[in-house]
């Protein structure tokens, strides 16, 4: 996953098109990549939950998926078209942070025709400080279970976050970039979304998340598929 920020000069129209029609096509010629979506940002509120709110501020987010991290690895740093890649970020982008995450489909999608009718949250999520990747991972399927009672959630999938770049092609660790997951929730209005948070169960799953999160970064994005 790419999590974006497009060059200061640039309007938000013009790097949206400009992502969309030029570097979107030449990112989809990696070898072996499985499917590419981007996922503009339109809103930054937090709606619907009372949380404390991470330092990110993103304009997009990059998903791609490969069979394993090798293959991956290999797309963007050998050959002509990595190098490629890069001069075209430089020209757009202010910012680019890379992730490699492990997904977990907790409530499923439905298909194509709906999905795209619906609205769409991804969310940046710090564990609490002190406890550890470990306490992250177990208690955050705890939590999926209690997503899946809330009313309204259309699809739920967790991004747990394995390697991190904060400078694309340069692993570094936590606290360089501590982001522990992404969270992807499909709702069909913003009116759903605030309901299923305002329910019982929607109070008990924030409850929780206050047990073992110390920050969540929410954006309402549309999402493209590229490949």
């Not at 937090?46 to 998903?63: T, V």
């Not at 208690?139 to 390697?163: C, F």
């Not at 992404?182 to 009116?191: G, H, K, M, R, S």
């Amino acid at each position: 996953m790419g999590l974006i920020r497009k060059k200061a000069d640039w309007t938000f129209d013009d790097f949206n098109a400009y992502w969309k029609d030029k570097h979107g096509p030449l990112a989809a010629q990696a070898p072996n990549l499985r499917a590419y979506w981007q996922n503009p940002v339109v809103d930054r509120a937090q709606r619907g939950i009372d949380f404390a709110r991470g330092p990110w501020d993103f304009d997009g987010f990059s998903q791609l998926w490969f069979d394993d991290a090798t293959q991956s690895e290999r797309a963007f740093s050998d050959g002509d078209l990595a190098a490629a890649l890069i001069t075209d970020e430089h020209h757009f982008l202010g910012g680019l942070h890379i992730v490699t995450a492990e997904q977990s489909v907790v409530i499923p999608l439905p298909a194509d025709a709906q999905r795209a009718s619906l609205l769409k949250r991804i969310s940046v999520i710090r564990r609490l400080p002190g406890s550890s990747e470990d306490d992250f991972r177990r208690e955050w399927r705890v939590h999926g279970d209690l997503v899946r009672k809330m009313p309204g959630v259309s699809a739920y999938r967790q991004n747990v976050v394995t390697v991190r770049e904060r400078e694309k092609g340069k692993p570094c660790d936590y606290d360089s970039l501590p982001i522990d997951g992404i969270v992807e929730l499909w709702f069909e209005d913003a009116q759903t979304l605030q309901d299923a948070f305002a329910s019982a169960a929607g109070r008990t799953t924030m409850a929780h998340a206050k047990t073992f999160l110390g920050e969540i970064t929410a954006f309402l994005v549309d999402e493209r598929r590229v490949v």
